[in-house]
């Protein structure tokens, strides 16, 4: 009953336990230390202690574990008294812990591998580190090794707490990260006037810090650079260059991410020529730009002719001053140009553009129609001609026309749910602004669907077969066909109707051989795939059957002759009306007798021969013959009972009809 009054702590280590308690009263003669997994029973650590110690460390152990200790004090009476605590290693931090935004500006993921030991969770901190506010507080299970963090602010810098929990300690493991900027939106920069730019833009408290680059294009250097907190959403470019072309680049940075942000070129005014026109010329291939002169002065104006979108440049003509219109010859058909007037005194420069213009197009080359096997689509192809697109029309005879339009770079177009075994007509045109060049025709077919329903049927004929369809509703122009002998492969007919036929009979063939009929749909030039069906002719019946009687043994041989045409085999079937059994043979198609023996004597038998050509069969006429009687046994004459009479007897041996019984004068033998 003495207390030891024990006491457990881990003095900050995970892997150990340092066992305290209070020496007894009296004293111990020594103490014994057993450490198990709580629950197990099964010592993991035993120690031991003398007289005057009062503590042990336990090392070595598992964090995070839970374990059982039990002390056993030996007295001065020889007497035990033990006492039992639990306690449990605090846990392990994790290891390799680390947080990413992964170039997102609103979510963290954090990851980490797990320490070594047990643990009965972890607890998640995320901190703003600017307002030091807890924003996200995770527990999670022990098995975890990630977790994300969304809904976060862009461009801001969090720190993350990790904690392992085991009981009621934690080890815990600290990580700073910032979440990616977000670009700034809307970016817009216009000229506030001929020596200013004004700039805008959106959602830059996306962003710790924003970077503006002014660039003037005309002399490609940086005119101007800014860096401002976040918040700034405008800024005016002062003291700049008239008529000049600058680029205006923003950038957004946060921690070590920056994000390069939109981009904006404008000009500042420029005093420009107005009312410029670019318009086709008289000639082929030719433009004619025009402007109205401005007031003052200038040196000389410099035209240029920029070709596409893209304003590559085409021609770049010095003309007088006084002058207002330029003419560009032996340019490209079916191309988009516009044209730029440039007013020059000294070091001023005043642009103006005009509205685009088109030259005149080319039709399409190489154009083609292809149905590729398909009953339903045609591709149709073209080599590129120069303009803005195309204009395709396709148009089957007895069908509305099937108009589409292209952009320019598209060289094919599949047409779909057309109509199988039809001729189309298809047409292609460049596109180039107002203007469209005569188009390019050709024509080409679906392919035909394959028959449907086909039969081949003999009806009971043993010289020919009947082939036989349903009507295509639409777009066959006929039907081709090819007629085999299934077994040999040689070719035996072959033939082409036209799209109202749906059968076809084949004359003349072998009686009881298989065929098979392998027959496409035509359209135009194509094939439909081939569809196939196969019968036999019905096979004609054995000539010349006879059953001939054989005296010893017992028997009855039947003789035939093999009709014209192919036998699978013979079957024999023989029987008599007095005996309910019957004999059935089969036999090969080479055979033409056979014998059956150990038959009834003095019986009367009929024979029928069926020949078998695939699923038919063909029977011949019944043929009969008797076997032979047998001779009779122990025959004997005696007076009768008259002396006018004479009494024959004799034993019955089977088989026969009737007795013939003859008597004769012994002296004459009449």
């Known amino acids: 009953g003495t207390l030891l009054n024990l006491s457990v702590s881990d003095h900050g280590r995970s892997d150990s336990l340092l066992l305290s308690w209070a020496e007894p009263e009296g004293g111990a003669e020594g103490y014994s230390l057993a450490l198990s997994s709580l629950g197990s029973g099964t010592p993991l650590q035993n120690g031991s202690a003398g007289p005057n110690i009062t503590s042990f460390w336990f090392r070595g152990l598992t964090p995070g574990t839970r374990y059982e200790i039990e002390v056993t004090a030996t007295l001065a009476c020889m007497e035990t008294t033990s006492q039992t605590v639990t306690a449990q290693t605090s846990p392990s931090p994790v290891r390799n812990l680390s947080l990413s935004s992964g170039g997102s500006s609103a979510v963290l993921h954090a990851s980490w591998a797990h320490a070594h030991g047990q643990r009965d969770g972890y607890r998640l901190a995320l901190y703003h580190s600017d307002s030091q506010t807890l924003v996200r507080n995770a527990s999670i299970l022990p098995n975890a090794s990630t977790f994300l963090?969304?809904?976060?602010?862009?461009?801001?810098?969090?720190?993350?707490?990790?904690?392992?929990?085991?009981?009621?300690?934690?080890?815990?493991?600290?990580?700073?990260?910032?979440?990616?900027?977000?670009?700034?939106?809307?970016?817009?920069?216009?000229?506030?006037?001929?020596?200013?730019?004004?700039?805008s833009w959106a959602g830059a408290t996306g962003a710790a810090w924003l970077h503006l680059t002014l660039h003037n294009l005309h002399?490609?250097?940086?005119?101007?650079?800014?860096?401002?907190?976040?918040?700034?959403?405008?800024?005016?470019?002062?003291?700049?260059?008239p008529g000049t072309q600058y680029w205006l680049g923003l950038s957004a940075t946060a921690g070590p991410y920056t994000a390069v942000g939109p981009n904006a070129t404008t000009w500042t005014y420029p005093l420009s020529p107005a009312n410029v026109t670019?318009?086709?010329?008289?000639?082929?291939?030719?433009?004619?730009?025009?402007?109205?002169?401005?007031?003052?002065?200038?040196?000389?104006?410099?035209?240029?002719?920029?070709?596409?979108?893209?304003?590559?440049?085409?021609?770049?003509?010095?003309?007088?001053?006084?002058?207002?219109?330029?003419t560009f010859h032996g340019l490209s058909p079916g191309k988009q140009y516009s044209v730029q007037v440039t007013g020059v005194a000294g070091p001023y420069r005043a642009s103006a553009r005009s509205t685009a213009a088109w030259t005149q197009p080319l039709a399409p080359s190489a154009v083609s129609l292809s149905s590729q096997g398909s009953p339903y689509s045609l591709l149709a192809s073209w080599e590129e001609a120069m303009g803005e697109g195309y204009a395709l029309a396709l148009s089957p005879t007895e069908h509305p026309v099937k108009n589409s339009s292209l952009l320019k770079g598209v060289t094919n177009f599949t047409y779909d749910g057309l109509r199988p075994g039809t001729l189309y007509t298809f047409e292609v045109s460049t596109v180039a602004g107002p203007y469209i060049s005569s188009p390019r025709r050709i024509t080409n077919w679906t392919y035909p669907l394959p028959p449907e329903q086909l039969t081949l049927s003999n009806q009971g004929h043993s010289s020919s077969l009947q082939a036989s369809w349903r009507a295509a509703p639409a777009g066959t122009t006929g039907y081709t066909g090819t007629l085999w002998e299934t077994k040999s492969q040689e070719r035996v007919r072959s033939m082409t109707v036209g799209n109202n036929w749906t059968?076809?009979?084949?004359?003349?063939?072998?009686?009881?051989?298989?065929?098979?009929?392998?027959?496409?749909?035509?359209?135009?030039?194509?094939?439909?795939?081939?569809?196939?069906?196969?019968?036999?002719?019905?096979?004609?019946?054995?000539?010349?059957?006879?059953?001939?009687?054989?005296?010893?043994?017992?028997?009855?041989?039947?003789?035939?002759?093999?009709?014209?045409?192919?036998?699978?085999?013979?079957?024999?079937?023989?029987?008599?009306?007095?005996?309910?059994?019957?004999?059935?043979?089969?036999?090969?198609?080479?055979?033409?007798?056979?014998?059956f023996l150990g038959l009834s004597p003095g019986i009367q038998y009929f024979l029928k021969v069926t020949v078998l050509a695939g699923p038919y069969r063909s029977s011949s006429h019944f043929a009969t013959e008797w076997t032979y009687p047998l001779s009779l046994a122990n025959v004997s004459v005696q007076p009768g009972r008259r002396p006018q009479e004479l009494r024959v007897s004799w034993v019955e041996s089977g088989g026969g009809r009737d007795h013939l019984v003859q008597l004769s004068v012994a002296e004459s033998l009449s």
């Not at 800014?226 to 918040?231: D, E, H, I, P, Y």
């Not at 010893?552 to 029987?575: I, M, N, T």
């Open 149 to 199: 963090f969304d809904g976060l602010l862009a461009g801001s810098e969090y720190a993350l707490k990790v904690s392992t929990l085991a009981g009621s300690s934690q080890a815990s493991t600290s990580i700073h990260q910032w979440t990616a900027p977000s670009i700034p939106t809307q970016l817009r920069l216009s000229p506030g006037s001929s020596t200013s730019l004004i700039a």
């Open 503 to 595: 059968n076809v009979t084949f004359e003349d063939l072998v009686p009881g051989r298989q065929y098979t009929l392998e027959m496409a749909a035509m359209a135009g030039p194509y094939r439909s795939s081939v569809r196939s069906a196969t019968d036999w002719t019905y096979p004609l019946a054995p000539a010349g059957v006879t059953l001939t009687n054989t005296r010893r043994p017992l028997g009855l041989s039947a003789f035939w002759d093999k009709a014209a045409g192919d036998v699978d085999q013979f079957h024999l079937q023989l029987y008599s009306k007095s005996h309910p059994a019957q004999r059935n043979i089969s036999v090969g198609p080479n055979t033409h007798n056979f014998t």
């Open 219 to 241: 002399t490609q250097t940086v005119t101007t650079t800014l860096s401002a907190r976040r918040g700034l959403t405008s800024y005016t470019f002062q003291y700049l260059q």
């Open 278 to 326: 670019l318009s086709s010329a008289e000639e082929q291939s030719s433009l004619q730009a025009r402007w109205s002169t401005p007031a003052g002065e200038r040196d000389f104006y410099l035209v240029t002719l920029q070709e596409g979108e893209d304003g590559a440049l085409t021609r770049n003509i010095s003309v007088d001053g006084d002058d207002s219109h330029v």
